[in-house]
C-alpha cells in the first residue's frame, strides 16, 4: 500500500514540478517590480528544486522512503510541509477547496505510505476469555 501511495506522491510532485517551471515564464511576464520578480524568481527556484527532490525519491527510491529511519523521517518532513501548506494557502488566499483538498491531501498520503501495514489476527494467537477460563471450571 505504501509503495503505491508513495508512486501516486509522486507523479503528482512531477505535475508540481511542471507548475512551478511554468511559473518562471509568469514571474518574467508579470509586471511586478525587477527586484519583486527576483525574489520571486529566486523563491520559486528553491521550491522547484525541494518539489524535485520530493519527485524523485517518491518515483525511484521508495524502498528507501518505507524502510530507512532516514526515509521515514523524510515523508514526515514532506506531510508536516503539505499540511502547513495548505494552512498558509488558507490564510493567505482564504479557503480556495482545490488547492486545499490538494495540499492536505499530500499531506496525509506522506503520513500514511510509511506506516507498516496492518496485521490480521492469526486465530492461534488470540484467546478469549471463554476459552482461556474453559479448563478453571
Known amino acids: ?14 505535475l508540481i514540478v511542471g507548475v512551478h517551471v ?37 518515483l525511484l527510491r521508495r524502498t528507501d522512503l518505507l524502510t530507512t529511519s532516514l526515509g521515514r523521517w523524510t515523508c ?4 508536516v510541509l503539505y499540511l502547513q501548506r495548505g494552512v498558509v494557502e488558507v490564510i493567505v488566499r482564504s479557503l480556495d477547496p482545490a ?16 506506516l507498516p ?8 494467537r488470540v484467546e478469549s476469555a471463554i476459552d482461556s477460563s474453559a479448563g478453571v471450571r
Do not use: E, W
Open 22 to 58: 511554468a511559473m518562471i515564464f509568469g514571474i518574467q511576464s508579470s509586471d511586478m517590480p525587477q527586484a519583486v520578480k527576483q525574489t520571486a524568481h529566486l523563491f520559486n527556484g528553491c521550491v522547484l528544486t525541494m518539489v524535485l527532490f520530493f519527485a524523485y525519491v517518491s
Open 99 to 114: 488547492y486545499f483538498a490538494l495540499f492536505i491531501g499530500l499531506a496525509l498520503l506522506y503520513a500514511i505510505a510509511p
Open 117 to 124: 501495514p496492518g496485521r490480521a489476527a492469526r486465530p492461534d
Open 1 to 14: 500500500m505504501g509503495r503505491i501511495l508513495l508512486l501516486v506522491g509522486g507523479l503528482v510532485q512531477l
Open 76 to 79: 514526515a518532513f514532506m506531510s
